[in-house]
């Protein structure tokens, strides 16, 4: 460790420390501290610091609500390491590394990285893309090993299981959480195997954080993945909430379940149930067997993005991203190694967790040269796919791109059971990228005017 | 979670430890001696310093269950035990920063001195920082001996040192508490009483 990033562990420490003593008192503190450290030049943020200022002065907050929670709800030995090595490690001493290697070889370095232990799953819901690859796929402990210790040489501390239910493998997953200490675990799961047990293991490795995959409520959960999953996920969030471990959830919107799954109560539900985060996907018409009459209408799209800006941001104590709508807050697309990629059961790995054309597999090569391969290279050279960042990906909205890349890197569809063309793909996703982009563009022209943004500053 | 997979790991280490330093053995090596795969070790421990520090826990957490009235004797064994084990106590030792050795022993000899400081603080009129202040020196200056009875490869037995230093706190901790409690001539201010 450069003497540097050893001076940035020790700040964050003691900084770290003297906010755990009483973040009520010292939150404002550290930011009177920032402020006087910022200066007032022009890379100082002071837009950002204001909205975070007024955010902490005002404790009915959502915001302020939500960051009190992680003192009164999560274990102080969890939120000191998620703290570390989320934050530290993943963000202030890992981003430097990634940009100098950014700099260094001439492509993506990703900030994450999205793997599946197994394509083996518990249960068998309509449409999810696993149940499809069949029950066969494994990456062994040893290479999920050489992946974490190759990421991590690149500057890469976030690590996102997919799957596959990849709690199927709990002992190896507790396992390179217990010998990959600095780095932080998210994971995609349907928390069925969520016990008292697998908590107490959570709790002593410290760095696992379920990403629970919920449809709305009993009805609309127990319709997709089976009756009776619904209770065992409300068991499994209480079993989380009693043990003070941290989760969020994972919600896939689709035209049919929309208004229930964008519903205030639905929020407000997960909120009670002691979720920190939400992450919600578009359905995305991915695989042979996918019905793109699930795609959401326009007007449903749009609905959706008023209410989590309009509404749920100001009010709702949790962390809601929007994938699909959020591209402005991280310049676009993220796949192809830009921020993230998906390494599958297979080894084959893949642009994004949705587009499945490879022409890498990690049991070939190493993960610097399969980012350096044909197809993520199209995608660093490509990026942004749009100037419109509510139509950030190459398939959704901008199939045309997808369809290029593909012909022009010969990268084969990774998917072990039933391949589907890059034609067959983008073919569905046509019409709903010319119905969403005259939404799209009213939508980014009404956000990005100067009236509506206070982004240099200037008042014009 | 089966303790026997946990001290299966430790005795395997033990063995490896008999011929080289911690630092050159490897964990693909020690899962081979004890018949176990790569991630049922990770399972347990994050790596082979996290095995050593476990087995100092274990100790630790023992010494906590019996009285502090037999923590001495229970010192006495303890330093028997490194003694006779020498090769591979040193073999773990050198793979370590001394400050971090320094800092285990520290948490170590604390417990029976503090005993015997707390019994002596009886008859006299000290604070308890004042007992700490007494405790601290006297565990440090056992640190330093056994750091040095390690660098300088444990060649004869330490308890006999431990005896002689039991001899002189007899006397001694009752003369720093006595000093402690009275009045003093301050050096900086000879005036001042």
């Known amino acids: 460790m450069s003497v540097i990033d050893s001076v940035k562990k020790v700040g964050f420490r003691t900084i770290y420390s003297y906010l755990d003593k009483d973040p009520d008192a010292n939150i404002p503190k550290i930011m009177d501290w920032v402020d006087k450290f910022a200066g007032d030049g022009p890379n100082s943020f002071p837009s950002q610091r204001a909205v975070f200022r007024s955010v902490i002065e005002d404790h009915n907050n959502n915001w302020y609500r939500l960051i009190k929670s992680m003192w009164s709800d999560i274990d102080d030995d969890v939120r000191r390491t998620f703290f570390e090595n989320f934050f530290l490690n993943g963000n202030l001493i890992g981003w430097k590394k990634q940009e100098e290697n950014r700099q260094k070889y001439g492509c993506n370095i990703p900030w994450a990285i999205l793997l599946d232990p197994t394509s083996a799953c518990n249960l068998h819901c309509t449409g999810c893309w696993a149940a499809e690859y069949g029950n066969k796929l494994n990456l062994t402990f040893d290479e999920i090993d050489s992946i974490i210790t190759q990421g991590k040489e690149l500057g890469i501390y976030i690590y996102i299981y997919t799957g596959g239910e990849p709690l199927v493998r709990k002992n190896d997953l507790i396992a390179l959480c217990n010998k990959h200490s600095d780095c932080e675990f998210l994971c995609f799961t349907n928390a069925t195997l969520i016990d008292e047990d697998f908590a107490n293991e959570m709790l002593r490795v410290k760095n696992f954080v379920p990403a629970i995959s919920v449809e709305g409520f009993e009805q609309a959960t127990d319709g997709r993945r089976g009756d009776g999953v619904f209770q065992k996920v409300r068991r499994a969030m209480q079993i989380l909430k009693e043990k003070k471990l941290p989760f969020g959830v994972s919600c896939c919107y689709t035209s049919a379940n929309m208004e229930s799954i964008s519903s205030e109560e639905f929020v407000d539900g997960l909120v009670e149930w002691g979720a920190k985060f939400a992450w919600y996907f578009h359905y995305m018409p991915v695989g042979n067997d996918a019905v793109p009459e699930l795609m959401p209408t326009p007007e449903q799209r749009e609905e959706f993005y008023h209410r989590v800006r309009d509404n749920y941001r100001h009010t709702k104590p949790i962390f809601l991203l929007d994938f699909q709508n959020d591209g402005e807050y991280v310049g676009g697309c993220i796949a192809g190694g830009r921020r993230y990629l998906h390494i599958n059961a297979n080894g084959d790995v893949d642009p994004c967790v949705f587009i499945h054309y490879s022409d890498s597999n990690i049991r070939e090569k190493s993960l610097l040269d399969c980012l350096r391969g044909p197809m993520f290279m199209a995608y660093h050279d490509g990026q942004p796919f749009n100037e419109n960042m509510l139509r950030p990906c190459p398939m959704l909205e901008n199939p045309e791109k997808l369809r290029e890349m593909v012909a022009k890197t010969g990268a084969h569809s990774t998917d072990p059971e039933s391949p589907e063309s890059a034609e067959h793909l983008c073919a569905k996703c046509d019409a709903y990228a010319a119905n969403w982009k005259p939404t799209a563009d009213k939508l980014w022209t009404a956000s990005h005017s100067c009236a509506s943004c206070s982004g240099c500053g200037e008042q014009k | ?193």
């Open chain 2, 1 to 193: 979670m089966p303790k026997s997979t946990k001290e299966g790991i430790q005795k395997a280490l033990y063995e490896l430890l008999r011929t080289k330093t911690l630092d050159e053995i490897t964990v693909t090596e020690l899962v081979e001696q004890c018949g176990i795969s790569r991630q049922a070790f990770y399972y347990h421990f994050s790596d082979l310093y996290a095995v050593v520090d476990w087995t100092l826990q274990e100790k630790l957490e023992a010494l906590n269950q019996i009285p502090g009235s037999q923590w001495w004797a229970m010192m006495n064994q303890i330093m028997e035990e490194l003694y006779v084990n020498r090769v591979v106590v040193l073999n773990a030792y050198r793979a370590y920063e001394r400050s971090y050795v320094e800092y285990h022993l520290r948490q170590w000899t604390r417990m029976p001195i503090q005993v015997r400081v707390a019994e002596a603080a009886r008859h006299h009129r000290v604070t308890q920082e004042q007992q700490d202040f007494v405790t601290e020196l006297c565990s440090q200056g056992l640190v330093n001996l056994i750091l040095n009875w390690f660098d300088r490869g444990m060649r004869s037995p330490f308890t006999d040192r431990l005896d002689d230093l039991y001899a002189i706190l007899d006397g001694s901790l009752d003369y720093m508490l006595a000093r402690l409690s009275q009045p003093r001539h301050h050096f900086d201010n000879p005036e001042k009483v």
